[in-house]
């Protein structure tokens, strides 16, 4: 069990980033070198906070059992220098009137990020999203290797095509403990997205792993609060998108779908790639 547990990492240590995020660590305040970027892995999301604005805290989305590794699958997601501004232009309308709401991920609050345009991009919107495929679910560790077995033979042989992010929206979590500001899929690779998805729930069914969503809306997440703020935050959301005329939408950004990856616990498999050039 101690082989496994440094191949694939803690069970108990990772899941689902959107639903499980983990908790800064408390550390004196620092200031960051401008130049050249740190890599947003290494980045100490403390050395951004004020001690005054205390910890935010993550629930996982289901119990710890030994021997279980979070599963994961997913589109990898970056977006372009370009895209960022827009992004940024309209994150930051949003946190001036939502103050709750943190970065993904790093769990920095964004509102703090919004005092500076160099780290609200580099932050907020320099680390790799996911489009997920599938429920982030629990499995042993003798299902592993028949489960990455079959969706690559479900998925292997896939297309390049453009994925469009059409509309900004805002999702609530299954137990209502989260709530997420996301750009979703709406138009532009929403039909291949669909049939990836479909094929992953055919691989979750067989291993009797709770499938996706019955009407899935593939996003990515940028933001979140604590709680059931969907309301509040849909409000905002509508209210700023409505203070942009004259300003096409059609397309929030775009990028070009390069593969799909899987992560089961700390140990990531590549389930298809497409070459670059095509």
């Not at 929206?169 to 209502?176: A, G, L, P, Q």
């Amino acid at each position: 069990m101690e082989a496994l547990k440094s191949c694939y990492g803690d069970g108990s240590s990772d899941s689902d980033s959107e639903s499980v995020p983990s908790a800064p660590t408390s550390a004196p305040s620092a200031v960051l070198t401008p130049l050249p970027p740190p890599p947003i892995s290494l980045l100490d999301p403390s050395a951004f906070l004020d001690l005054q604005t205390g910890q935010t805290t993550r629930i996982r989305s289901f119990p710890h059992v030994d021997g279980n590794y979070a599963l994961h699958i997913y589109i990898p997601i970056n977006i372009s220098s370009p895209s960022k501004k827009e992004l940024s232009a309209f994150l930051k309308k949003v946190s001036s009137r939502e103050p709750n709401l943190n970065v993904v991920d790093v769990d920095v609050p964004l509102n703090v990020l919004c005092k500076n345009d160099e780290k609200l991009e580099q932050v907020a919107l320099g680390r790799e999203f996911h489009i997920s495929l599938g429920r982030t679910v629990p499995i042993r560790v003798h299902q592993i290797d028949s489960v990455i077995s079959m969706l690559k033979q479900k998925l292997q042989i896939q297309r390049q095509f453009w994925i469009d992010f059409n509309k900004w929206e805002v999702f609530v979590n299954d137990d209502h403990t989260r709530t997420f500001l996301s750009v979703e899929v709406v138009q532009g690779g929403l039909i291949e997205i669909t049939k990836q998805i479909e094929a992953v729930n055919t691989v979750y069914r067989l291993h009797n792993l709770p499938e996706f969503y019955k009407d899935p809306r593939p996003h990515i997440s940028l933001a979140w609060a604590l709680g059931d703020i969907s309301h509040s935050l849909k409000k905002v959301v509508d209210e700023e998108m409505k203070c942009a005329v004259g300003k096409s939408f059609k397309s929030i950004f775009s990028c070009k779908f390069k593969g799909i990856e899987c992560k089961i616990g700390k140990k990531a498999y590549t389930i298809c790639k497409i070459p670059d050039g095509q």
